[in-house]
């Protein structure tokens, strides 16, 4: 098992439209949220990453985020993302913002 920090240079790459970490990480920056089209967040296995930042709520395409075997659970997200968020799984949560939110998603 290698963790490593993310740099939070990875804002910059805006027009990413899936990220996977699995088993790798123990905390996401909070530039993530820079990263506009991002569709698929999958941050499965990564036994050390209890929160997403707040800034998640940024991602207007996001279509899901992937949890399964990380400690985040609906109780973790941050309070103005759950809205969006179908919470029926512990583990694997559909996102659905407004189509006005989504603006010129990729999608």
């Not at 027009?15 to 996401?28: A, D, E, G, R, W």
């Not at 909070?30 to 569709?39: A, F, K, P, R, S």
């Not at 899901?64 to 583990?91: G, H, Q």
């Amino acid at each position: 098992k290698v963790i490593f920090d993310i740099p939070d240079s990875i804002g910059r790459l805006v027009n990413l439209q899936t990220v996977v970490f699995n088993n790798c990480i123990n905390k996401l920056p909070e530039t993530i949220g820079n990263i506009t089209n991002l569709q698929f967040l999958t941050i499965t296995n990564n036994e050390e990453l209890t929160t997403l930042p707040d800034s998640i709520v940024n991602l207007k395409c996001l279509v899901f985020i992937s949890a399964e075997n990380s400690p985040i659970d609906v109780d973790t997200l941050p309070e103005e993302f759950k809205r969006y968020v179908d919470t029926v799984s512990e583990s694997f949560w559909p996102v659905d913002y407004p189509d006005e939110m989504r603006g010129e998603c990729l999608i």
